[in-house]
């Protein structure tokens, strides 16, 4: 079933009184996470942003709410990432809109207070990058959420959508089937042949599997990672139609607040550190500077 208040869900796209309708209907509104990076010669490097985006439009239509300006930079490069970019790219150039830690998560909290600022009761982020990413901007919205009471917050990953039914990868079958059914103007298999052309930048993180992806499981882990989204979303919607709750107005200072006490705990923030299976970066490596990432601000004087 859809919403009565039209089928334009982008908030850049609503003139202010279409916005204020779809907010009064469904006050959630849904934020896409993605990056530009590297899945293999295939395949176009906006893959994560497209496959959040789309999961957060047809939710928006399914559920009501409003869709967010795409966030089309991430976390990568720190912590784990190092070594993993090591294996998979080298030292090749990956053109990655790849952010640090702290960049990310402080305009993390930002956009949080935009939501709530403008009258969203429930934000549901939905990140197309994964591995762990995820894990830090979950304690980011914690914190903020203990703050600023009358607002939910819900981040997942894609592959965390549809954990025990579909494995998620890199570039591999999974993703390589998700842009297929979602665009497959922007997946050629045959540019696979171009690893080996001097220059062209090798392998570039292509899954070794990815020749078995197909638009079929595409469309079927699509269709899944929907289902999650929309579960949360219409059970958001049902406990905010039960109260009638104003969201308060969240100045910097609340903010400024919150950030400083995320910075304390940033040695263990997800994407600081290398896992502890993984070997350490190469000294020669591109990706060394970056394997172990300290924040000077929180450093104890």
């Given amino acids: 079933m859809r919403p009565s208040t039209g089928f334009k869900t982008r908030w850049a796209e609503l003139l202010p009184h279409e916005f204020k309708r779809r907010l009064a209907d469904c ?33 928006a239509l399914t559920v009501g709410g ?17 070594r993993w970019l090591e294996d998979e790219v080298g030292e090749e150039n990956p053109h990655m809109t790849g952010i640090p830690p702290t960049a990310m998560l402080y305009l993390f909290l930002y956009q949080l207070r935009a939501f709530a600022n403008a009258g969203f009761r429930g934000i549901v982020v939905v ?22 009471r009358d607002v939910q917050v819900w981040v997942r990953s894609d592959p965390e959508l549809v954990e025990g039914l579909y494995e998620g990868d890199h570039a591999g079958k999974y993703e390589i089937s998700q842009l ?7 997946i050629d298999m045959s540019a696979k042949a171009l690893e080996k052309e001097p220059n062209a930048g090798g392998r570039l993180a292509l899954g070794a599997d990815a020749e078995e992806a197909s638009p079929e ?25 039960a109260t009638v709750v104003t969201p308060p107005r969240i100045g910097y200072d609340t ?31 591109q990706w060394k500077p970056y394997e172990h990432y300290r924040v000077k601000e929180a450093e104890p004087e």
């Fill in 127 to 148: 990140s197309g990058h994964s591995g762990g990413n995820q894990v830090d901007l979950r304690t980011a919205a914690e914190l903020f959420i203990r703050e600023v």
């Fill in 27 to 59: 006050p959630i509104v849904f934020l896409p996470l993605g990056i530009c990076e590297p899945h293999g010669q295939v395949s176009a490097l906006g893959l994560d942003t497209f496959k959040a985006e789309w999961l957060c439009e047809q939710a």
């Fill in 217 to 241: 499981l595409g469309k079927a882990i699509m269709e899944a990672c929907m289902e999650s989204v929309c579960k949360q979303a219409w059970a958001m919607k049902e406990e905010f139609e």
């Fill in 66 to 82: 409003i869709v967010a300006p795409s966030m089309g930079y991430h976390i990568h490069e720190t912590g784990y990432h190092a």
């Fill in 180 to 186: 297929m059914y979602l665009r497959p103007d922007l």
């Fill in 255 to 285: 903010i400024e607040r919150i950030w400083a006490e995320l910075l304390r705990s940033s040695r263990h923030w997800t994407t600081a550190n290398p896992w502890p299976s993984q070997a350490p970066v190469s000294d020669r490596s």
